[in-house]
């Protein structure tokens, strides 16, 4: 793949000198830092607003460690994973757009390095701001609670980088076939939301990558979900989708 | 696959490209000698940023054959990359970028580092101009990207530099200063230049091909494409009522072009023995004066008009 590293080394340069050192990593360390308060002052505020409602009495237990866990899974399959799913439209769209494919392209790059670098830099990006922010919330959780189940953390964040690896690698594809951020953003968020109506079918949770987003949200209340087929379909779909978006870009002309 | 020294730095052989029904490239045969200041002249919509498209590997050709320094630049376009050096219409640069970046990065792609690297960015900073130039990219003109964008095209001492419309978007400054640069490297690298405007080619260029409707309809050297045809330039010039002989000569099947300015008709003739027996005796025809009629040398927009006609009225 003549040309990966050099473009790979820019990459790495863009991100901390433009907006994409922001915008997912910012919402990442936000959630991460906020969800554990949450978790922890979500029933005083309900009680609170209840409270003045005679006869109305909603019985919330007291929030524990795995509440925390589970505000921050809630975020990450929810906010986090759409707003990486609209960053990650531009990249290879955005690069198209402004003519820099062309600076690049005519180079000794090949099309495989330009797509695979681009997208080993947002999962870069993406995996060490998730993993700075699961560090946050951890501590934020030990702090608020007194303890924090690091094993929890550890499953669900783990499986939330492969579903965030998945959807990147879809939406890198939308974005290399359909030329455009807003076409291959709304597609990849609509792939987002079938893969969430996938959850409620027995035989997609086991075999897709619904499989996983069951097993992240189910997680923090103890009910385990096995992913021994989802798991390794959903990397091999991920494998499957990257290829597929050097394949196309490879036959692109600009 | 070798470069070959000894090959024309361009061979294009029956080059056809098609977009759905429109044909773009109709055939095009062109070869470019080493050494050259090529223009690549044609009326915008000829075809000549699809060629420079397929040359550089942005675009497969739908047939035809199309080689840089005899490498295939279809089968071999990563080897034929090495050797290339290549300035878009309009350029794309990353807009937090400053030139130095843009200059060391591209250099990079190229797999150079180190000293000889830097002593090479401080150059083509020094060429373009921009040696002081501390902004970032987003913030620069259109004449200081376009002298950056040549010398992000020459960072690895390119055998080739192919140059679409450099000049088209510059004020005259800026077309001066990017001609100057192009004119310097005359003699060091092949410079293969599209562009419409006409006064461009005969300042820099030494060699020239028209392009029209995707086919080139005339290359050579630029003294020969435009001595021939300066026998058949011709300047009349009436007493009075030169309108009526400006119609009349119109109407002549040789005519490729009739110009009038005042009592003057610059005309450009397809048969030139036609035009001297044709021209007096339509004056006479007329009961006109003849003040004057001579043959005038041809200038290189005679001859793009002659074949390009109105359609591709050159600036």
């Known amino acids: 793949m003549s040309g990966f590293a050099a473009f790979l080394a820019k990459e790495f340069t863009e991100i901390r000198r433009t907006w994409r050192i922001w915008v997912v990593p910012g919402i990442l360390i936000f959630v991460g830092l906020t969800s554990p308060v949450l978790a922890k002052l979500t029933p005083a505020l309900i009680g609170s607003i209840t409270a003045g409602q005679p006869g109305f009495v909603i019985e919330i237990p007291d929030p524990v460690p795995a509440d925390a866990v589970a505000q921050w899974v809630k975020n990450l399959t929810q906010m986090v994973l759409i707003a990486e799913i609209v960053a990650a439209a531009g990249l290879v769209s955005g690069e198209r757009r402004r003519g820099t494919t062309i600076l690049v392209l005519t180079k000794p790059v090949s099309r495989d390095a330009f797509v695979l670098a681009k997208w080993v830099s947002e999962m870069a990006l993406v995996t060490v701001a998730t993993l700075v922010a699961a560090a946050g919330c951890y501590l934020v959780t030990l702090a608020v609670f007194g303890t924090a189940p690091l094993g929890l953390f550890v499953e669900t964040t783990a499986l939330w980088l492969v579903l965030a690896a998945f959807f990147d690698a879809l939406v890198f594809a939308l974005s290399v076939w359909t030329g455009s951020t807003a076409a291959a953003a709304g597609i990849g968020i609509g792939g987002y939301f079938l893969v969430s109506a996938l959850t409620v079918w027995a035989p997609a949770r086991a075999m897709t990558p619904a499989g996983l987003l069951v097993a992240v949200t189910a997680a923090p209340s103890g009910q385990g979900f096995p992913v021994t087929f989802a798991l390794p379909v959903t990397l091999v779909l991920t494998a499957g989708l990257l290829l597929l978006a050097v394949a196309l870009f490879r036959r692109q002309e600009l | ?315």
Not at chain 2, 139 to 159: E, H, T, W, Y
Request: net charge negative.
């Open chain 2, 1 to 315: 696959m070798p470069v070959d020294e000894t090959a024309p730095a361009v061979t294009i052989r029956g080059l056809v490209k098609r977009f759905g029904d429109v044909t773009a490239l109709d055939g095009v045969d062109l070869r470019v000698p080493s050494g050259s200041v090529f223009g690549f002249l044609g009326p915008n919509g000829a075809g000549k940023t699809t060629t420079l498209r397929i040359l550089t590997g942005l675009a497969r050709p739908t047939s035809g054959e199309v080689f840089l320094f005899g490498m295939d630049a279809v089968k071999a376009s990563a080897e034929t990359r090495r050797i290339i050096g290549f300035l878009p219409d309009v350029p794309g640069f990353y807009g937090w970028m400053t030139a130095e970046e843009t200059i060391r990065f591209t250099g990079r792609l190229f797999g150079l580092g180190g000293d000889a690297l830097e002593e090479r960015v401080r150059a083509l900073l020094d060429l373009a101009g921009l040696s002081d130039v501390k902004t970032r990219v987003g913030g620069f003109s259109r004449g200081m990207r376009q002298r950056l964008g040549i010398a992000q095209a020459l960072v690895n001492a390119p055998k080739l530099l192919m140059l679409d419309e450099p000049t088209s978007a510059l004020d005259p400054m800026g077309r001066k200063d990017v001609l100057e640069m192009v004119a310097s490297l005359a003699g060091r690298t092949t410079v293969f230049f599209s562009t419409h405007i006409l006064s461009d080619v005969e300042r820099v260029c030494d060699r020239v091909a028209i392009l029209d409707k995707g086919r080139v309809v005339m290359s050579g050297p630029l003294d020969e494409i435009t001595m021939p045809a300066g026998a058949h330039a011709f300047e009349i010039e009436v007493a009075e009522d030169a309108e009526r002989l400006e119609q009349a000569l119109r109407d002549l099947p040789w005519a490729t072009s009739v110009e009038r300015t005042g009592l003057t008709l610059s005309v450009t003739a397809s048969d030139p023995i036609a035009a001297q027996r044709d021209v007096p005796a339509q004056v006479a025809r007329l009961g006109l004066a003849l003040v004057r009629f001579e043959t005038r040398e041809a200038s290189l927009e005679d001859v793009f008009v002659g074949l390009v006609g109105g359609e591709g009225r050159p600036r």
